[in-house]
């Protein structure tokens, strides 16, 4: 048996379910067994609809000459007639105990269920809802043991490294609303750290711009430069003096901004400092141009170099504070998640996202799982044994709604079978970015395109 890889990206009512359904029941028509077969999609209604549509065309062959004909051609398998639908509607309903149709939290769960001891969790973990109240309590109670003083888990080593990280992170503001920016950053924050939990992805330069990037390295003489403009911008009686005005306010404040100290952002807007960030290119060849009320304001060689001392001086310091922000939001992580395994281990408690964690590349506490079908590997988890089925055949539902971590945990797999040049495994694939309705829960629309890409002609 020959089955291609397939990928349909098709609009809303176009038949996405109908066109998964049908594709299982090809599946079964070449008398692939139903527990070889994984059909996930994202919500529970989802799953219910895959179940319900293979039960109705599976009924409407079996049940009229007609009925078998319309299915058949649909497969693509016309010599089937009502007799043999009959059959496959019996073999799918006495398999209901091993069908595997449903969401993709349901199977991952699974899988950690039955991998407790090699993922460090308990065997009778209890699982809660991301956003649901005590998930919310257990943020609470961690950021309060990290933070708070009279906190009875408090460590004062944790507490200072804490509050130091936060300082970064929020460049020296941190007595403005502590507690609600700090649930932001875990929120927003959080799963981007479980898939890149090592430092070296956050804010080191040559990690994000590889190569030499010449405004990371400010300018020297900022100064000078600075008094030279004011006595510069001092001469021009022929400028706007609204212009002239925002502009010394601009060239007045540069030498103080640092990457603890940003510059008032009301100092860049307006046409004059707008007009000088705009004329970068202008400058490197020595020359400047502001436009401003109907008139242009030329700036000679000298006077265009001192500009660009300023503006490289102001890009390298918004950068550094970026950077510096970025690793204190890393280190606030770091520490949150300290705290989080030790209170989630006590309690035996797991949200939907940390269970789907525990089987990506790099999450150091389950020692990077990678799921497999390849057995004997000793650094995977083979599934095929413990979930007591052969999965060969995995029909995805709503692409476009996986987020980052879900396709963490799913791509060894689908890579695997996708290599496979044995013709006995399969991947089939739906779904529509414009669709795409679960971004508050980190699902990446992105994601279809770059696999199609990744794939190439692999993929019909």
């Not at 929020?170 to 929120?187: D, W, Y």
């Not at 035996?348 to 390849?374: H, K, P, V, W, Y």
Request: include cysteine; proline fraction near 3%.
């Amino acid at each position: 048996m020959k089955l291609t890889h397939t990928a349909i990206r098709a609009s809303a009512g176009t038949g996405k379910t109908f066109a998964l359904a049908h594709r299982y029941i090809h599946l079964m028509a070449h008398d692939v067994s139903c527990d070889r077969i994984c059909a996930l999609t994202f919500s529970r209604k989802a799953a219910g609809e895959i179940f319900e549509s293979i039960v109705k065309y599976l009924v409407e062959a079996a049940g009229s000459k007609p009925g078998a004909t319309t299915v058949a051609l649909e497969i693509g398998h016309t010599e089937l007639e009502q007799a043999d639908f009959l059959r496959l509607l019996r073999r799918f309903t006495e398999s209901l105990h091993r069908i595997q149709t449903g969401t993709l939290d349901s199977f991952i769960v699974g899988v950690v269920r039955a991998f407790p001891a090699e993922l460090g969790v308990p065997f009778d973990f209890s699982v809660m809802d991301n956003d649901g109240p005590e998930a919310a309590d257990v943020m609470d109670s961690i950021l309060e043991a990290l933070y708070d003083p009279a906190s009875r888990d408090a460590n004062p080593e944790d507490m200072a490294e804490f509050i130091s990280a936060f300082r970064e992170a929020t460049a020296g503001n941190e007595e403005k609303g502590m507690e609600q920016r700090l649930k932001n950053f875990v929120r927003r924050y959080r799963n981007l750290f479980l898939l890149l939990p090592g430092a070296a992805h956050w804010g080191v330069k040559a990690r994000i711009w590889p190569g030499k990037l010449n405004w990371f390295d400010g300018a020297t003489g900022i100064r000078e430069a600075s008094d030279s403009l004011l006595r510069h911008l001092d001469s021009r009686h022929d400028m706007n003096k609204t212009l002239l005005k925002s502009l010394v306010s601009l060239v007045e404040s540069v030498p103080g901004q640092s990457a603890s100290r940003p510059l008032d952002a009301g100092l860049l807007s307006g046409k004059g400092p707008e007009g000088v960030l705009a004329g970068i290119p202008d400058m490197l060849r020595g020359r400047l141009v502001i436009p401003y009320s109907r008139k242009e304001y030329e700036f000679g060689e000298e006077a265009a170099r001192w500009f660009l001392t300023l503006v490289r001086h102001i890009f390298s310091s918004e950068f550094e504070r970026a950077l510096r922000r970025t690793r204190g939001i890393y280190h606030i992580l770091g520490k949150y998640e300290e705290q989080y395994e030790r209170v989630m281990r006590r309690r035996g408690t797991l949200t939907f996202d940390d269970i789907q964690c525990l089987l990506t590349e790099e999450n150091t506490s389950s020692g990077g799982a990678l799921l497999s079908r390849a057995i004997g590997d000793t650094d995977r988890l083979y599934i095929d044994y413990r979930l007591d089925c052969r999965l060969d055949h995995w029909l995805l539902d709503e692409f476009q709604d996986t987020s980052d971590i879900q396709w963490a945990v799913l791509r060894n797999l689908i890579d695997e079978i996708i290599q496979d040049t044995s013709d006995e495994r399969s991947f089939f694939v739906v779904g529509d970015a414009k669709q795409a309705i679960y971004g508050w829960r980190g699902g990446n629309a992105k994601l279809f395109q770059d696999f199609l890409n990744h794939y190439g002609g692999r993929i019909v």
